[in-house]
């Protein structure tokens, strides 16, 4: 049943050409009955570019910097492979991810390994590598400093991961006392350590609290150096916020969303949303990054680490692959319910991962029908998983979809290659892993494709 009058609430994706491209190509259909079940395509170009612009803000800042892309945002090896041809690291937290970058061409001293309380064989592994390691606690640079002093190989790179002064309830970082502790500890270590610096990764998206830690910590460099230390490194972190949708989409779902826009009344606090549209977003938000001034400070940040002769290192996951793929799910059911209807797809929401956080991947979803003889119109739809768990929604929220959906018709969940597509993923049910495409070309009549890897 079509829904008129009024405005149903709508959370278009922002226009992206090549994944238009893909959807009108024909393509998907194929994919779909080919793998007969959900699977994501991606669009390794965009990451490239997304690369780019941020080497290129660097770049126009005047500022000496090197980008890693965090890898637990993708599992995918097509944006490692893309990282290490783009002149970009990796950021690994565990032997596993390390091994990947490895394999995937990233050569060892572009790995930073981040994460908590890392184990020896991982502390080990990175040595052996020439890797930069963020070391997060005092005991985790006593275990490292005596496996670069027995291991004889080389010395162990390391920053020094700051708990922030403003989310002192973080569980990673050190606070002041113990920061102090560990740049004298690595001056004791001597020729087996070379401190490169100190980092930090921030929850959340604002960027003025980034700027003031930068300020903070370049002063910590120029003590570090007075120090004999080399300190010459700070890195930032992630969380470089992307936009989804537009300002106005965005303003205006915020303002009408209500529970009976949503499968059995659910309820979500718009708090624990993304944001899914920033002003300022990727690549501006970094050049603004650039130009903000620290708390305390005459300087803009980009002059303050040029003064101080600072390398900034950004660790962005998210932002890199933006627009850089898609998930498609094929609609199994259709049943109806009050005022709306339930479509169950083949897959769960273990392929789509925003419902682990308390939250909805909220960009609407693309019906793409296989009949479109049907009356257009407004047709809200929920979206259910393949599974039998009552709280398995992929979609809560009764998106209105400009056809009736039909069992059989695709539906495209767009820019899902930003923690989406697996950092949740299970075989439950013993369903099989969606599989990656990759579409490398897709200005050609016919996209070429190619999946991920030959053996997953
Ligand atoms: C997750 C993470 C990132 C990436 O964050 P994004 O928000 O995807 O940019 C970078 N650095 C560290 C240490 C992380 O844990």
């Known amino acids: 049943m079509a829904v008129s009058p009024g405005r149903w609430p709508a959370l278009p994706a922002l226009a992206d050409p090549a994944t238009e491209q893909v959807l009108g190509s024909g393509l998907l259909p194929e994919l779909a009955y080919a793998f007969g079940g959900p699977f994501h395509f991606l669009l390794p170009d965009a990451f490239d570019a997304n690369l780019r612009v941020m080497q290129d803000a660097l770049a126009a800042a005047g500022v000496d910097g090197f980008v890693y892309f965090a890898k ?8 490692v492979e893309r ?14 991810e390390l091994r990947e970058a490895l394999g995937h061409g990233v050569r060892g001293e572009h790995v930073v390994v981040t994460g ?3 184990d020896a064989s991982l502390l080990r592994l990175a040595v052996q590598h ?4 963020a070391v997060d606690a005092l005991d985790e640079l006593d275990t490292l400093i005596t496996i670069a002093l027995t291991g004889r190989v080389r010395p162990a790179r390391v920053l020094l991961r700051c708990l922030p002064p403003d989310q002192l309830h973080s569980r990673f970082g050190m606070n002041e006392n113990e920061l102090a502790t560990a740049t004298d500890r690595c001056v004791q270590a001597g020729d087996a350590l070379r401190m490169e610096g100190f980092s930090f990764h921030l929850s959340g998206y604002a960027l003025q609290p980034r700027t003031d830690l930068v300020g903070r910590l370049a002063e910590r460099c120029l003590k570090a150096r007075v120090q004999g230390l080399e300190a010459s490194r700070i890195s930032i972190g992630g969380g470089l916020p992307i936009s989804y949708t537009d300002a106005s989409s965005w303003h205006s779902f915020l303002a009408e969303h209500h529970s009976r826009y949503y499968h059995a009344g659910k309820t979500f606090r718009t708090g624990d ?22 708390e305390g400070s005459q300087q803009s940040l980009a002059e303050i680490v040029k003064d101080a002769g600072v390398e900034l290192l950004l660790e962005p996951g998210r932002a890199l692959l933006d627009q850089a793929g898609a998930t498609v799910f094929s609609i199994q059911g259709v049943k109806d319910r009050d005022g709306y209807q339930l479509l169950t797809v083949d897959g769960t929401s273990l392929s789509l991962s925003e419902q682990w956080f308390n939250s909805e991947y909220l960009p ?14 407004t047709y809200p739809a929920s979206v259910g998983a393949a599974t039998c768990l009552e709280s398995d929604m992929i979609t809560w929220r009764k998106v209105g979809f400009p056809r009736r959906p039909r069992t059989g018709d695709l539906l495209v969940y767009p820019n899902t290659a930003g923690y989406q597509m697996d950092s949740n993923e299970s075989p439950f049910h013993d369903l099989p892993l969606p599989p990656k495409v990759v579409i490398d070309q897709t200005d050609l009549p016919r996209p070429r494709w190619r999946l991920d890897r030959h053996f997953a």
């Open 83 to 96: 990282a290490a041809a783009g002149g970009a690291g990796v950021d690994v937290a565990s032997a596993g």
């Open 364 to 377: 609407d979803p693309r019906l793409l029908p296989q009949d479109t003889t049907g009356p257009a119109g």
């Open 273 to 294: 949303f993304y944001p899914y549209h920033s002003p300022k977003a990727g690549p501006v938000a970094l050049a603004s990054l650039l130009a903000a001034t620290p």
């Open 130 to 133: 020439g890797a930069l390691i």
């Open 72 to 79: 637990k945002a993708n599992k995918a090896a097509v944006f």
């Open 116 to 118: 908590p309380a890392k």
